[in-house]
């Protein structure tokens, strides 16, 4: 697996390339935190832009064929709540807090 940080339109992306026979659903199980701290600090540095309406989280590629998370703002709560969880089940206990406060950010807006 190749890990890598590249730019999108709005933040950074992560990248994460591989080949052989994984799956994408495996991939995201694997690469779980990653992926939801990818999912908060990409929403953590757009979500008070109004033009912004999504933001690209992660690319994914495998075999040369890509995949990108994108996550619509309607979808920003879910997104965060779902990093909660992750970071909960590893315990990552100041991801949890920092997670807290953008969601309650987002809350009273």
Not at 2 to 30: A, N, P
Not at 44 to 69: F, H, L, Q, S
């Amino acid at each position: 697996m190749k890990y890598r940080i590249v730019y999108s339109k709005q933040t950074k992306m992560i990248k994460l390339s591989y080949t052989g026979d994984k799956k994408l659903e495996q991939i995201f199980m694997e690469q779980k935190v990653v992926i939801h701290d990818s999912v908060m600090e990409s929403i953590g540095k757009i979500w008070r832009n109004p033009a912004i309406k999504e933001v690209e989280v992660v690319n994914i590629e495998i075999n040369e064929i890509n995949y990108t998370i994108v996550i619509e703002k309607s979808n920003f709560l879910k997104g965060l709540l779902g990093a909660l969880n992750t970071f909960e089940e590893h315990e990552l206990y100041e991801k949890c807090q920092e997670c807290l406060n953008l969601i309650n950010q987002i809350k009273q807006v």
